[in-house]
C-alpha cells in the first residue's frame, strides 16, 4: 500500500469509529446528552447550560456543553448506563 492510498483508507477507518453531531435549536438532546447536561449543572451550580455538541464512540460520547450567558465550554464523557465522567471546564483559567 502506497502513501497515497493510505491517506485515504485512514480517514474512512476513523469515521466508523466517532460518530461527530452539531447541535441547533431545534435538535432535543439525546439520553448521553441530557446526563452531561444533568451533571454539569450539578457541577457548575448553574442551570444555564446548553448542548453545544457531541462525538458518539462505543466507548462513550464526549459532550461540550457550554455554560452561563457566556457558553464556557465544559465537557464530559457519557455512558450508556446513564453515569457520566470525567466533567471539566475547557477554559483557560490561568489567563483569566
Known amino acids: 500500500m502506497n502513501r ?4 485515504l ?3 474512512l477507518g476513523l469515521a466508523a469509529c466517532v460518530e461527530e453531531t452539531s447541535t441547533g435549536m431545534s435538535k432535543t438532546p439525546n439520553a448521553a446528552e441530557q446526563a452531561c447536561l444533568r451533571d454539569v449543572t450539578q457541577v457548575t451550580n448553574n442551570p444555564d ?6 462525538e458518539f ?3 462513550g ?7 452561563g450567558d457566556t457558553r464556557a465550554p465544559w ?3 457519557a455512558y450508556s448506563d446513564g453515569t457520566t465522567d470525567g466533567i471539566q471546564s475547557l477554559t ?3 489567563t483569566l
Open 61 to 67: 460520547t464526549l459532550v461540550r456543553v457550554g455554560v
Open 49 to 54: 447550560v446548553a448542548l453545544l455538541g457531541s
Open 9 to 11: 483508507v485512514l480517514p
Open 4 to 7: 497515497f492510498t493510505l491517506l
Open 92 to 94: 483557560n483559567e490561568g
Open 75 to 77: 465537557q464530559c464523557i
Open 57 to 59: 464512540s462505543e466507548a
